[in-house]
T-cell receptor
Framework: GAVVSQHPSWVICKSGTSVKIECRSL??????MFWYRQFPKQSLMLMAT?????????EQGVEKDKFLINHASLTLSTLTVTSAHPEDSSFYIC??????????FGQGTRLTVV | GENVEQHPSTLSVQEGDSAVIKCTYS??????FPWYKQELGKRPQLIID?????GEKKDQRIAVTLNKTAKHFSLHITETQPEDSAVYFC?????????????FGTGTKLQVIP
């Protein structure tokens, strides 16, 4: 299947700093990318949907100014957690898809804010 | 929006027995139903999917059934093996705005006992 690469796999940052997570589709052009957050032993909660070249659509309850999403090209989307706090510690995972195809997932990023 | 419920949350079976996981969805516009397997600390992997124009689909030991009238779909794993142990997520997706927004169920932790 198609490959989606997410980087970094894990990151530890100090409270108040910002962290950028990249999601790349390596062998296909992703018209749409999704960002999820997964708490331990829980399901994947959709945070936002981004289409290349347009603003991301955020789910209810997700702060746009805190979780900045950029989808500048058909192969790259970034999620920036701004002014991170310990409660932002979680597993963040992206998925990418083209028109009418299955979603392919990145390997996820474990963020720990200390 | 779409709401996907999944049962059971945990399931233990003896090796060689069958496992069944059931999901219901709320949005009648949903037309794509993928199932994902997620091993601890890893990305979700698509194992099988079904579209609304099909009632049943089988791939070796895995099968999925869909009842659009009742809005429920199920995953069946036969002749279970220890390597089937993982968390399984069902999902539903309507064809919305040119892309498919995937809503996940709450997950089922399957344990296959050797």
């Amino acid at each position: 299947g198609a490959v989606v690469s997410q980087h970094p796999s894990w990151v530890i940052c100090k409270s108040g700093t910002s962290v950028k997570i990249e999601c790349r589709s390596l062998d296909f052009q992703a018209t749409t990318m999704f960002w999820y957050r997964q708490f331990p032993k829980q399901s994947l909660m959709l945070m936002a949907t981004s289409n290349e070249g347009s603003k991301a659509t955020y789910e209810q309850g997700v702060e746009k100014d805190k979780f900045l999403i950029n989808h500048a090209s058909l192969t790259l989307s970034t999620l920036t957690v701004t002014s991170a706090h310990p409660e932002d510690s979680s597993f963040y995972i992206c998925s990418a898809m083209t028109w009418n195809t299955e979603a392919f997932f990145g390997q996820g990023t474990r963020l720990t804010v200390v | 929006g779409e709401n996907v419920e999944q049962h059971p949350s945990t399931l233990s079976v003896q090796e060689g027995d069958s496992a069944v996981i059931k999901c219901t969805y709320s949005d009648s516009a949903s037309n794509y139903f993928p199932w994902y397997k997620q091993e601890l600390g890893k990305r979700p992997q698509l194992i099988i999917d079904i579209r609304s124009n099909v009632g049943e689909k089988k791939d070796q030991r895995i099968a999925v059934t869909l009842n659009k009238t009742a809005k429920h779909f199920s995953l069946h794993i036969t002749e279970t093996q220890p390597e089937d142990s993982a968390v399984y997520f069902c999902a539903a997706s309507p064809n919305s705005g040119g892309y498919q927004k995937v809503t996940f169920g709450t997950g089922t932790k399957l344990q296959v006992i050797p």
